[in-house]
């Protein structure tokens, strides 16, 4: 059973910069594709940015490109989301997640995914 655990949350200021850390249990970010979604008050879980495990590719929501980026570190086993720019808007609990997905396609979707982190707070004041 893959764990995955988020990290980096907190407050900001617009404008501000936060990195955001989930860390797996075991080798994960090397064997599944890893992805970042956000909940935001009374609105749907939805897609930030993935990375893919062969190749490494990188995917964004469209809101966030430009802004944010995904990485991933083999030897920690974790991935990493780097937020810069931040706005109000971008006030959300943030959820790691993982999944065998083949297809780049597929990565934007929720259902894709087979284990989810527990999620951190990021607020963006402004």
């Known amino acids: 059973q893959v764990q995955l655990v988020e990290s980096g949350g907190g407050s900001v200021q617009a404008g501000g910069s936060l990195r955001l850390s989930c860390t797996a249990s075991e080798r994960t970010v090397s064997r599944y594709a890893m992805g970042w979604f956000r909940q935001a008050p009374g609105k749907e879980r939805d897609f930030v940015a993935a990375?893919?495990?062969?190749?490494?590719?990188?995917y964004y929501a469209e809101s966030v490109k430009g802004r944010f980026t995904i990485s991933r570190d083999s030897a920690k086993n974790a991935v990493y989301l780097q937020m810069n720019s931040l706005k109000p808007e971008d006030t959300a609990v943030y959820y790691c997640a993982a999944g065998l997905i083949a297809r780049a396609g597929m990565l934007l979707r929720e259902s894709e995914y087979d284990y989810w982190g527990q999620g951190t707070q990021v607020t963006v004041s402004s």
């Open positions: 990375i893919t495990w062969i190749g490494g590719n990188t």
